[in-house]
């Protein structure tokens, strides 16, 4: 089974409208990573949560970490066509020894209808 | 103020022979992952390398797989004797510090490998 799961799989929004996306995990998530993809090119980092309860925000996109700390949302408000792309969240599920690695979910395929 | 700089960012290679890919981390970070992205799958980790060693290869296959660090120059992920299976975009990231979730990777635009 997946460690993280992220929903929806796909949305499409029309523009100007709000939409959440969810990535949630059985594990503490000891960090939690959200970037976003353009189809055929590099992942963009968005945002990082550490602490139980927190929440960032940058322009129109929001995250938080939830205070258990498995479970994070991303949050867009008043969506735009430059929104558009793959959105996924990445997590260090293990702390210390010499592990670094990032598990990803599977990504979540934003369409914004002008 | 270079990002995470990949090539090629396209590789077409005929089974059976070698393909090199190459990563030029973020100027100040030593700390270099690879990943692989497989159509329709997420990113999976494949290996975590800092100069001159090897930290987790848990997710390299054992064989026809190699990465390396040197002291100078860019990260290697070397593929020997590819097959069809080995096409997929192979991305590279690096971070300053090891990434115990107070780190964010930066990640390059990748190299798509497609396997003739």
């Known amino acids: 089974s997946q460690e993280l799961e992220q929903s929806p799989q796909s949305l499409i929004v029309q523009e100007g409208k709000n939409l959440t996306i969810n990535c949630t995990s059985s594990?503490?998530?000891?960090?939690l990573y959200w970037y976003k993809q353009k189809y055929g090119e590099g992942l963009i980092f968005l945002m990082m949560?550490?602490?139980?309860?927190e929440e960032k925000s940058h322009e129109k996109i929001t995250a938080k970490l939830d205070e258990k700390k498995q479970q994070s949302s991303l949050h867009i408000t008043a969506s735009q066509p430059s929104h558009a792309g793959i959105y996924l969240c990445?997590?260090?599920?293990?702390?210390?020894?010499?592990?670094?690695?990032?598990?990803f979910g599977k990504g979540t395929k934003l369409s914004v209808k002008p | 103020n270079a990002g995470v700089m990949q090539n090629p960012r396209h590789l077409v290679r005929r089974r059976g022979q070698e393909a090199r890919l190459r990563c030029s981390p973020m100027?100040?970070?030593?700390?270099v992952y690879w990943y692989r992205q497989l159509p329709e799958e997420g990113l999976k980790f494949m290996v975590y390398?800092?100069?001159?060693?090897?930290?987790?290869e848990s997710g390299m296959p054992k064989e026809r797989f190699s990465a390396e660090f040197p002291k100078e120059g860019p990260s290697i992920l070397r593929i020997q004797q590819v097959v069809r299976g080995d096409s997929a975009a192979y991305f590279c990231?690096?971070?300053?510090?090891?990434?115990?979730?107070?780190?964010?990777?930066?990640f390059g635009d990748g190299t798509r490998l497609s396997i003739l």
């Open positions: 594990k503490t998530l000891y960090g």
């Open positions: 100027k100040g970070h030593s700390h």
């Open positions: 990231a690096s971070s300053q510090l090891q990434t115990w979730g107070n780190q964010p990777q930066h």
């Open positions: 390398l800092q100069k001159e060693n090897i930290i987790d």
């Open positions: 990445g997590a260090v599920l293990s702390y210390g020894g010499s592990q670094g690695n990032l598990i």
């Open positions: 949560l550490q602490k139980g309860g």
